[in-house]
């Protein structure tokens, strides 16, 4: 089983940019689909981006496109999430996941991704 743990949330003013990291051990994760999703207070988890086992597809929520990146490194078993321009709706704690299934088919549903890790918060001032 993988154990995935985010990093890089912090506090920053709108505008501003963050590079969260989530790194993966236990197992490799190199053939997997794997998504960032996040929660704020009060709501409910919600998708934010996903990527294929090689980087060729990238997959993100209407919010965030043309804002956020996703990429990986499969050799140091890391995905990250670079988030640009951020907006103090962008607050929230940032999750990793592993897609459940074989074949990503651009599920956003996040009852479709396991073993998530703790989290990292993200704090957008105004």
């Given at each position: 089983?993988?154990?995935?743990?985010?990093?890089?949330?912090?506090?920053?003013?709108?505008?501003?940019?963050?590079?969260?990291?989530?790194?993966?051990?236990?197992?490799?994760?190199?053939?997997?689909?794997?998504?960032?999703?996040?929660?704020?207070?009060?709501?409910?988890?919600e998708?934010?981006?996903?990527?294929?086992?090689?980087?060729?597809?990238?997959?993100?929520?209407?919010?965030?496109?043309?804002?956020?990146?996703?990429?990986?490194?499969?050799?140091?078993?890391?995905?990250?999430?670079?988030?640009?321009?951020?907006?103090?709706e962008?607050?929230?704690?940032?999750?990793?996941?592993v897609?459940?299934?074989?074949?990503?088919t651009?599920?956003?549903?996040?009852?479709?991704?396991?073993?998530?890790?703790?989290?990292?918060?993200?704090?957008?001032?105004?």
């Amino acid at each position: 089983q993988v154990q995935l743990v985010e990093s890089g949330g912090g506090l920053v003013q709108a505008g501003g940019s963050l590079r969260l990291s989530c790194a993966a051990s236990g197992r490799t994760f190199s053939f997997n689909t794997m998504g960032w999703f996040r929660q704020a207070p009060g709501k409910e988890r919600e998708f934010v981006s996903a990527i294929t086992w090689n980087g060729g597809i990238t997959y993100y929520a209407d919010s965030v496109k043309g804002r956020f990146t996703i990429s990986r490194d499969n050799a140091k078993n890391t995905v990250y999430l670079q988030m640009n321009s951020l907006k103090p709706e962008d607050t929230a704690v940032y999750y990793c996941a592993v897609y459940s299934k074989l074949y990503y088919t651009g599920s956003s549903q996040a009852r479709d991704f396991v073993s998530w890790g703790p989290g990292t918060q993200v704090t957008v001032s105004s």
